[in-house]
């Protein structure tokens, strides 16, 4: 028994002495550690722990235009929730799956479908300088200094099975179940959604738009509009609704040519709308004069939403969820 406790004594004894050289070891390696490089290290640290938050939880979202008023303001700072739709494993790349997918009228953020990437180098680099900087530096611009729209934030309008057709401005759905064309406005009242939507346009202003894309189309066929056509023409405003006046353009060169396939086929597509597939979403701006969005260029992959907008965290006197 004796021999035993000597033997326990002595194994607790050998045991308490390494650990304390090896804190003694840790001590001194630390007093000998340049400053500097701690400092580094921490850094490194907290980069981390910054870029695992933005790309697999929440990320910070800077508003780069008025797309969306009065909703989100430009320059407003946002916080986006990506785990609820599913984060990228990696930036721009393998999409793990989330816990739910949009639903109608949510507030998304998405990779814009026009963006042209300058490679997969770069487009990691420049989210990793955004995410790092919670949104305050985006190396990412155009020729003019503004930052390039790789991603872009709009409201969930169109949904898989929708029906969506627009008409001066306005927003015609049938969603599915339905069998005829409901006014988005009185779809919302129906829906107990709540109309966000804001118009800069008189509605007067479309014979302005329709006769100067009218006027268009005559001039790109060699033919001359007529004087009163290019008089109420050359009154459309600065700020227009493009998407009609593209849509009145194509419907008149489709009378002036209709055996040109392709003009038939772009005015069937303004006059008809789209069917949105299951899978998809249509998105579109608050602020729908001012706001490039799924008009032109379509239903987006459910792949490309990156997430749901929560919250303005900047600045504090529009501290607030979004909705």
Same mark, same amino acid.
């Given at each position: 028994?004796?021999?035993?406790?000597?033997?326990?004594?002595?194994?607790?004894?050998?045991?308490?002495?390494?650990?304390?050289?090896?804190?003694?070891?840790?001590?001194?390696?630390?007093?000998?550690?340049?400053?500097?490089?701690?400092?580094?290290?921490?850094?490194?640290?907290?980069?981390?722990?910054?870029?695992?938050?933005?790309?697999?939880?929440?990320?910070?979202?800077?508003?780069?235009?008025?797309?969306?008023?009065?909703?989100?303001?430009?320059?407003?700072?946002?916080?986006?929730?990506?785990?609820?739709?599913?984060?990228?494993?990696?930036?721009?790349?393998?999409?793990?799956?989330?816990?739910?997918? @949009?639903?109608?009228? !949510?507030?998304?953020?998405? +990779?814009?479908?026009?963006?042209? &990437?300058? #490679?997969?180098?770069?487009? =990691?680099?420049?989210?990793?300088?955004?995410?790092?900087?919670?949104?305050?530096?985006?190396?990412?611009?155009?020729?003019?200094?503004?930052?390039?729209?790789?991603?872009?934030?709009?409201?969930?309008?169109?949904?898989?099975?929708?029906?969506?057709?627009?008409?001066?401005?306005?927003?015609?759905?049938? @969603?599915?179940?339905? !069998?005829?064309?409901?006014? +988005?406005?009185?779809?919302?009242? &129906?829906? #107990?959604?709540?109309?966000? =939507?804001?118009?800069?346009?008189?509605?007067?202003?479309?014979?302005?738009?329709?006769?100067?894309?009218?006027?268009?189309?005559?001039?790109?066929?060699?033919?001359?509009?007529?004087?009163?056509?290019?008089?109420?023409?050359?009154?459309?405003?600065?700020?227009?609704?493009?998407?009609?006046?593209?849509?009145?353009?194509?419907?008149?060169?489709?009378?002036?040519?209709?055996?040109?396939?392709?003009?038939? #086929?772009?005015?069937?597509?303004?006059?008809?709308?789209?069917?949105?597939?299951?899978?998809?979403?249509?998105?579109?701006?608050?602020?729908?004069?001012?706001?490039?969005?799924?008009?032109?260029?379509?239903?987006?992959?459910?792949?490309?939403?990156?997430?749901?907008?929560?919250?303005?965290?900047?600045?504090?006197?529009?501290?607030?969820?979004?909705?």
């Amino acid at each position: 028994m004796e021999k035993w406790y000597n033997t326990l004594q002595n194994t607790t004894e050998a045991y308490l002495t390494r650990r304390k050289r090896k804190k003694e070891a840790v001590r001194a390696k630390q007093k000998a550690k340049n400053p500097v490089i701690d400092w580094i290290e921490a850094f490194i640290w907290a980069a981390m722990v910054v870029l695992i938050i933005n790309q697999y939880a929440a990320q910070a979202y800077q508003i780069p235009s008025g797309s969306m008023k009065n909703t989100l303001q430009i320059t407003d700072r946002i916080f986006v929730n990506k785990m609820v739709y599913g984060p990228e494993l990696i930036p721009g790349a393998i999409k793990l799956p989330g816990f739910t997918k @949009p639903e109608r009228d !949510e507030v998304i953020i998405f +990779e814009s479908p026009t963006y042209i &990437s300058k #490679g997969p180098l770069f487009d =990691t680099l420049q989210r990793l300088i955004y995410m790092l900087t919670f949104s305050l530096v985006d190396i990412d611009k155009d020729e003019n200094g503004n930052p390039k729209p790789h991603f872009l934030i709009k409201r969930a309008v169109g949904m898989g099975g929708d029906r969506i057709r627009f008409y001066e401005g306005e927003v015609e759905i049938i @969603p599915p179940g339905f !069998e005829t064309w409901e006014k +988005e406005k009185d779809f919302r009242v &129906s829906a #107990g959604l709540e109309d966000r =939507t804001r118009r800069l346009i008189d509605r007067d202003t479309y014979r302005s738009i329709e006769a100067s894309a009218r006027s268009d189309a005559y001039l790109s066929m060699g033919l001359e509009p007529g004087e009163e056509l290019l008089t109420l023409g050359s009154r459309m405003p600065s700020v227009t609704d493009m998407f009609e006046w593209m849509k009145y353009r194509s419907e008149m060169l489709y009378r002036l040519n209709p055996q040109d396939r392709r003009i038939a #086929g772009l005015w069937r597509k303004f006059d008809t709308g789209w069917y949105i597939d299951e899978g998809h979403v249509l998105p579109l701006g608050d602020n729908r004069d001012n706001s490039r969005d799924g008009r032109y260029f379509g239903p987006v992959s459910l792949d490309k939403v990156l997430g749901r907008a929560m919250f303005i965290y900047w600045p504090l006197g529009r501290l607030g969820i979004i909705q």
